[in-house]
């Protein structure tokens, strides 16, 4: 079964500084992997999705991510976080066949001033 | 055009009795999901239905829950016998036509059991 790991709970930053979070998955072809972010009394929100064809990619919000194969990693970059962006963010998968998807366990970002 | 909207907001109930939980999906969009979500944890998959009928309900834990989508827009979500480990946020989701689409969340209903 596909599965989705994000091995940082938490992660603090400072306001203008570069972002990165992790997010491993296990599958055994090539997966469709999205980020989604969770704000506070709002609802999930997709970032940015990648399916085929170029492995960087560019979401909302100044985000992109980066598709590693041999590395089975999907992480998410920013390169300079705004105190808006603290929120909770989820990694997903939604392997070729199926419709459902599969989240990862979430990284609560903290931005400083 | 409007979200997805999911009520109520807040549900409080007590351990054994039955709750219903509502979902307004985009309109046009054939393919309806719930998950639930724990505290401090991702959501997890419940069920997905594409148009009336539930085309995968692999994530619903027990038979305590049941969902309906009778005319393939609106669906409700039913929990009987609740037990306080049921309680979560229940999220639900709406997309085009399913797949791969991009999966539009509602702002979830959060439901204590006592």
């Known amino acids: 079964a596909q599965s989705v790991t994000q091995p940082d709970i938490h992660i603090t930053v400072s306001e203008g500084a570069s972002l990165e979070l992790r997010c491993n998955y296990s599958?055994?072809?090539?997966?469709?992997l999205f980020w989604y972010v969770q704000s506070p009394g709002q609802g999930l929100q997709l970032l940015l999705k990648?399916?085929?064809?170029?492995?960087l990619v560019q979401g909302i919000k100044g985000f992109e991510a980066e598709f590693k194969r041999s590395q089975s990693s999907f992480n998410l970059r920013k390169p300079s976080v705004h105190w808006s962006d603290a929120a909770e963010y989820f990694c997903a998968v939604v392997p070729g066949t199926a419709s459902k998807l599969t989240f990862g366990t979430g990284t609560r970002l903290q931005v400083t001033l | 055009g409007a979200g997805v909207s999911q009520t109520p907001s807040n549900k409080v109930t007590e351990k054994g009795k039955y709750v219903e939980l509502r979902c307004d999906p985009i309109s046009g969009h054939t393919a309806l999901y719930w998950y639930r979500q724990s505290l401090g944890q991702g959501p997890e998959f419940l069920i997905y239905?594409?148009?009336?009928?539930?085309?995968?309900d692999s994530g619903l834990p027990n038979d305590r829950f049941f969902a309906v989508r009778p005319e393939g827009s609106v669906s409700t979500l039913k929990i009987q016998r609740t037990e306080r480990g049921d309680s979560a946020v229940y999220l639900c989701a709406s997309s085009l036509h399913g797949g791969y689409n991009e999966q539009f969340f509602g702002p979830g209903t959060r439901l204590t059991v006592l």
């Open positions: 599958y055994g072809a090539t997966p469709y």
């Open positions: 990648y399916f085929s064809g170029d492995t």
């Open positions: 239905f594409q148009g009336t009928g539930a085309a995968d």
